[in-house]
């Protein structure tokens, strides 16, 4: 019962073309993970981005509201003095 020389020999390559195979993947996912731990943290530096300029827009909007609140009470104020205004002046024509 002797074992062939070509049957060693592929079995020696196989066996070998195995543990390539296996550090290659080990290696493909260690640069996988790289790459993917290095997208994950762009995309959480653009997350925090988005989140500053959304509360600078908030902050803008509540400056916004009071400014209009503002105004909206110096019209009235304006408009009651207009009527007083009003009423002064007609009063004095006739």
Same mark, same amino acid.
């Given at each position: 019962m002797s074992i062939e020389i070509a049957v060693v020999i592929s079995a020696a390559a196989f066996i070998v073309s195995l543990v390539q195979a296996v550090f290659?993947?080990? %290696? $493909?996912? %260690? =640069?996988? =993970?790289? !790459?993917?731990? $290095?997208q994950l943290t762009t /995309? @959480? /530096?653009?997350? !925090?981005? @988005?989140? &500053? &300029?959304?509360? !600078? @827009? *908030?902050g803008d909007l509540r400056d916004v509201k009071s400014? +209009?609140? &503002?105004?909206s !009470? %110096? +019209?009235v104020k304006a408009e009651q003095q207009i *009527?007083?205004?009003e009423k002064n002046v007609f009063k004095r024509e006739e």
């Open positions: 290659n993947m080990r %290696r $493909a996912n %260690r =640069s996988d =993970s790289k !790459e993917d731990s $290095a /995309v @959480i /530096v653009k997350l !925090e981005s @988005i989140s &500053d &300029d959304t509360k !600078e @827009i *908030k400014d +209009l609140k &503002d105004h !009470e %110096r +019209l *009527k007083v205004l």
